[in-house]
Nanobody, 112 residues
Framework: QVQFVESGGGLVQPGGSLRLSCAAS????????MSWYRQGPGKERELVAR????????IYAESVKGRFTISRDNAKNTVYLQMNSLKPEDTAVYYC?????WGQGTLVTVSS
């Protein structure tokens, strides 16, 4: 079945960086767009970034443009989210999504 396993979350100080990974299985990864979403405390889940499967074109939420980069490695069935210049408001559970399926999420906490 379709499955995603996220990793790379943790505690980081403001201004720091983290790289999230999402390993996919159960489908032909290279045929589908992939996305990262997040849900902060008391907030609704929101789209952070998306990468398509053909031209690898990307879109980003305005709040993360210039700081986050989504990428994918089709040979490894993995999508990444490089997060730089992290802010306390980036604190959230981050989920990858593809084929209308969610991963289990990984917690990112930005705090001094």
């Amino acid at each position: 079945q379709v499955q995603f396993v996220e990793s790379g979350g943790g505690l980081v100080q403001p201004g720091g960086s983290l790289r999230l990974s999402c390993a996919a299985s159960g489908f032909t990864f290279s045929n589908y767009a992939m996305s990262w979403y997040r849900q902060g405390p008391g907030k609704e889940r929101e789209l952070v970034a998306r990468i398509d499967n053909i031209a690898f074109s990307t879109i980003y939420a305005e709040s993360v443009k210039g700081r986050f980069t989504i990428s994918r490695d089709n040979a490894k069935n993995t999508v990444y989210l490089q997060m730089n210049s992290l802010k306390p408001e980036d604190t959230a559970v981050y989920y990858c999504r593809g084929l209308n399926t969610w991963g289990q999420g990984t917690l990112v906490t930005v705090s001094s």
